[in-house]
């Protein structure tokens, strides 16, 4: 994680492209795996602090987006707004262009006609703006 970001950058052009393809699998057990692991990964991040005019937070969240898109499973999409509502609220202070990749995955789930996805994602939605005011 030491990496300096010009670095990470280039890395995480190649790992992006990984955690999509394994994220679409259709084995879920690998599936869930991957998505978890972006998650982790995600998060340590999120504890760096994001430079002005730099974009990495909304890169590093991508493969979320295009896996919600993407996948047909209910159980992964259902993982990923977990992912994405813990991420958020436990870093809520920290996320700077994140923020685009978190309301794209939201998009993305109001398309969906699973009623749980949808509420699932309102909640976030609401907790956020209620973490916004206070």
């Not at 920290?94 to 794209?104: A, C, H, L």
Request: one cysteine or more; hydrophobic letters at 50%; aromatic letters at 10%.
């Amino acid at each position: 994680m030491n990496r300096i970001r010009l670095v990470w950058s280039s890395i995480w052009h190649v790992l992006s492209d990984f955690f999509v393809t394994i994220g679409c699998s259709d084995n879920l057990s690998i599936a869930i795996f991957a998505m978890d692991s972006l998650r982790q990964l995600s998060m340590k991040f999120l504890e760096r602090e994001e430079l002005a005019n730099y974009n990495f937070q909304n890169e590093f969240m991508k493969p979320f987006v295009v896996v919600m898109r993407k996948s047909s499973a209910v159980e992964i999409r259902e993982l990923i707004i977990r992912c994405v509502s813990q991420m958020v609220l436990s870093r809520v202070n920290n996320v700077k262009s994140g923020w685009k990749s978190m309301f794209m995955v939201c998009g993305s789930t109001f398309s969906n006609i699973c009623s749980l996805l949808v509420s699932n994602c309102i909640i976030l939605v609401t907790m956020i703006c209620f973490l916004g005011s206070s």
